[in-house]
């Protein structure tokens, strides 16, 4: 994870959420206080946001001590103690909800990730993420994709081409748009392109597209459109998939299935923060 990104994304959280003071904490509490607060897990789970808890709270306290009982990835019982955080009580109370929620949601789609993945065991297809994700939270749960053992599609519209249904419209057909991406664009950056049909896949492998996506087709539709691609070419299925009906795709031999369920409609996971043990002034 890039540290300073994530640096610049939590300071302008603490700032939406602390604005110019904590009213409560700055007055009950003098800067030499110091106490103890846990993150306490409600359910299992899968562990991610290490960094965020550790870059987030000594952003507002330098001399804070954090102790982490469990790693990114790995799964944690309901009652796991994940971590420890001693330090300024001002300091963790103003950190505490930014970085809770966080991690939060960052375990969440860490488990759904797990889960996916788990979902595919024995088989040579591998689950990924869409860009389906929190705006100003993407490379957080994009993280958190990793985190839970499942792969990263694109970052954005800038590291690799998808050419969709729209595109293809506009463009007149795959064909076309597949020529005008190869004569303007440098060799290192892989080309995608959606397909819906038999037609359109047999169109897309003579075109030289780099990956085939069979988008919103059924599991017996994929095995069989899977058939018309040459082993060179990654096959995608995409398309409504859930962690409810991902067993039914184990047997179409697609290399990658991404989900949007993974990042657009998790639940956060139930963690609850609470103070252990305070310590007297220095």
Same mark, same amino acid.
């Given at each position: 994870m890039n540290k300073l990104k994530l640096k610049q994304i939590l300071e302008a959280f603490f700032i939406e959420d602390i604005g110019d003071r904590d009213v409560t904490s700055d007055i009950l509490f003098a800067k030499d206080e110091r106490g103890t607060l846990t993150f306490l897990a409600k359910e299992k789970g899968v562990f991610s946001g290490s960094d965020v808890i550790k870059t987030g709270f000594s952003l507002l306290d330098e001399h804070v001590f @954090?102790?982490?009982? &469990?790693?990114?990835?790995?799964?944690?019982?309901?009652?796991?103690?994940?971590?420890s955080i001693t330090g300024n009580m001002a300091a963790l109370l103003k950190g505490e909800r930014v970085v809770l929620n966080l991690v939060q949601r960052m375990s969440s789609i860490a488990t759904a990730s797990k889960q996916a993945c788990t979902l595919l065991e024995g088989t040579e297809t591998k689950a990924c993420d869409t860009r389906k994700t929190t705006p100003g939270l993407r490379m957080l749960e994009k993280y958190a994709v990793r985190s839970g053992g499942a792969f990263n599609h694109r970052y954005g519209l800038y590291d690799a081409v998808m050419i969709k249904d729209n595109h293809i419209s506009f463009a007149g057909s795959i064909t076309k748009a597949v020529e005008i991406v190869k004569s303007k664009l440098g060799h290192t @950056?892989?080309?995608? &392109?959606e397909t819906e049909s038999a037609e359109q896949v047999r169109e897309a492998v003579a075109a030289g597209a780099d990956i085939i996506m069979f988008d919103n087709r059924t599991p017996e539709e994929i095995a069989e459109l899977v058939k018309l691609v040459p082993p060179?070419?990654?096959?995608?299925?995409?398309g409504g998939i859930t962690l409810n009906t991902l067993a039914l795709y184990r047997q179409t031999n697609v290399d990658f299935i991404s989900l949007g369920c993974l990042t657009h409609s998790v639940r956060a996971l139930d963690i609850s923060a609470k103070v252990m043990e305070c310590k007297e002034a220095l």
């Open positions: @954090i102790e982490l009982f &469990v790693q990114d990835g790995e799964e944690f019982e309901a009652g796991c103690t994940l971590v @950056i892989k080309i995608e &392109v060179h070419i990654i096959t995608e299925a995409s």
